[in-house]
């Protein structure tokens, strides 16, 4: 019984491993296409924070920008 568990907990560690490795390749190719923007003149800056909103929520954006506006106001940035 006890070679069945340590088999599961290495297969479950071996998976692990394996999709830390995906998810290093795929940060690494996120890398290059933010260095291939700023090569083209775009801000990466910029794009990372239209990649943050666009996985939010409409209504949830907008009360974020609703507020980011009233802190903004009552800091004298606009």
Do not use: F, H
């Not at 690494?28 to 666009?54: C, F, N």
């Not at 209504?59 to 980011?68: C, K």
């Amino acid at each position: 019984m006890a070679d069945s568990a340590d088999d599961r907990l290495r297969l479950l560690i071996e998976r692990i491993e394996r999709l830390e490795e995906e998810k290093k390749g795929i940060g690494d190719d996120i890398k290059d296409v933010y260095s291939e923007a700023k090569s083209t003149g775009y801000d990466p800056k910029i794009m990372r924070q239209i990649v943050r909103l666009r996985k939010l929520k409409p209504d949830d954006r907008r009360e974020m920008e609703a507020i980011l506006d009233t802190y903004k106001n009552a800091l004298g940035l606009e």
